[in-house]
């Protein structure tokens, strides 16, 4: 009886070995475990490493793109325009005449300025007539009144005839004065009519035609703008800069400009200006003005007005261990198993949570905590917590956000030719 039960153990025994050996060499073992195990199904990920070399801060900012000189052309004489030989995107050099106005009417003032010139004129003769006999009078009146001939009061009437000559004669010395300065007037409006360009350009826009009548502006109405001409050589972003990154600008620091209408193009440039003046764009958000020059290709017109992104470098770190922004990320102490926590100088007390990365450890998944300092658009400084040459999970952001500690992972597999499976997301402010 015992030897058969005995027997009938060894056989059962013996069968689920086999099972158990079968399972395991076929691998369904390993699929039973990762059904039950999450961690232990591998999980494609990208792998990478802790680089040491150069990190340029920059501060981003959104502008647009305007010529450094530019000109609004308006006249500063109304009247009606007879002449205008050049039309918009013509160039022009320094001198052309752009607007011709009719002038018959200041021709005319300046006439007019002339003739009571010459009128002022020929009363400075009377005048000075006028003096000069009341000179001879009142010295005629002090002689007779002198051999007692004549009355004092013949005496102080002719002092008072003499003073009225004087003041006659300054008074049409004046008035020339204001004669010529109205000739000066009127010449400088009838040159007025005849409108240059003040240096070479293009013509970016033409807002009169022949034949309207412009109007000089006022204190509270703008005058009439006939162009605009600006010189497209010299281009420069205006780039509106928050009030929390304006600080650490300066003028002479290196730039990369990306404009929205040359998306596989990159642009360099440098800080001209940095406003002083906080300024209010239309949704009255704060911001200040930095103005970048552009290092304008030769064989490119930038035209005025496009849309730009401004990366300003603003400091420069060298030969520090990096890794990308996005492999950073925030984790609970509290998740973080206790090896890892445990007399971890970088994770600093009473925190809640701590920035990891996760490591390869022979095939698993690890969080390390780390400290990090600056960042750019893609990598950022680890100045704690990981070596050079370490190999870390650096993607995709959508298994980063899953990764746990002990999670078996493994590279992710290239994507065959024609897939159209939307990639992983490969950015991430994590860490920033």
């Given at each position: 009886m015992w030897k058969w039960l005995l027997i009938s153990l060894v056989l059962v025994a013996g069968m689920f070995g086999a099972a158990f050996y079968f399972a395991h060499e076929s691998g369904v073992l390993k699929k039973i475990e990762e059904q039950f195990n999450p961690k232990a199904k591998p999980m494609e990920v990208k792998f990478g490493a802790v680089e040491r070399g150069v990190l340029i801060r920059t501060i981003s900012a959104p502008g647009q793109i305007e010529p450094k000189t530019k000109v609004e052309i308006s006249a500063q004489v109304s009247a009606r325009i007879i002449e205008m030989p050049f039309d918009e995107n013509d160039q022009v050099k320094k001198g052309d005449v752009v607007v011709r106005l009719d002038d018959r009417d200041l021709r005319a003032n300046v006439d007019a300025a002339n003739a009571s010139l010459r009128q002022e004129e020929a009363r400075l003769e009377g005048a000075r007539a006028g003096l000069a006999n009341a000179e001879i009078e009142l010295k005629r009146s002090q002689d007779l009144v002198a051999s007692k001939d004549a009355a004092p009061a013949d005496l102080d009437a002719a002092r008072l005839e003499y003073s009225r000559a004087e003041s006659n004669l300054r008074q049409v010395e004046h008035a020339i004065e204001i004669a010529r300065a109205n000739i000066q007037r009127a010449e400088k409006d009838l040159s007025n009519a005849v409108i240059s360009a003040p240096f070479d350009g293009v013509i970016t826009a033409r807002n009169a035609e022949v034949g309207e009548t412009v109007v000089v502006g006022t204190l509270n109405n703008p005058g009439s703008v006939i162009m605009e001409i600006a010189d497209l050589s010299a281009m420069l972003v205006k780039a509106r800069v928050d009030e929390a990154n304006i600080a650490p600008i300066q003028e002479s620091q290196g730039a990369l400009i990306y404009i929205n209408a040359y998306p596989d193009r990159r642009f360099t440039g440098k800080v001209e200006h940095v406003g002083l003046k906080r300024m209010l764009d239309r949704e009255n958000t704060p911001y200040f003005e930095a103005e970048v020059l552009i290092d304008r290709p030769s064989d490119l017109v930038l035209r005025s007005g496009l849309t730009a992104n401004v990366d300003i470098q603003v400091e420069t770190f060298a030969q520090v261990l990096k890794v990308p922004t996005?492999?950073?990320?925030?984790?609970?102490?509290?998740?973080?198993?206790?090896?890892?926590?445990?007399?971890?100088?970088?994770?600093?007390?009473?925190?809640?949570?701590?920035?990891?990365?996760?490591?390869?450890?022979?095939?698993k998944a690890k969080p390390v905590p780390v400290k990090i300092g600056s960042s750019d658009d893609t990598h950022t400084v680890i100045t704690e917590g990981l070596s050079e040459g370490a190999k870390i999970v650096s993607g995709p952001f959508k298994a980063l956000s899953k990764l746990q500690n002990g999670q078996a992972i493994t590279a992710e597999l290239p994507k065959k030719k024609g897939d159209s499976k939307p990639a992983e997301a490969t950015t991430s402010t994590a860490g920033k």
């Open positions: 996005q492999a950073v990320l925030d984790r609970a102490v509290d998740e973080l198993p206790s090896d890892v926590t445990k007399d971890n100088p970088v994770i600093e007390a009473g925190k809640k949570f701590t920035r990891v990365v996760y490591i390869d450890q022979d095939g």
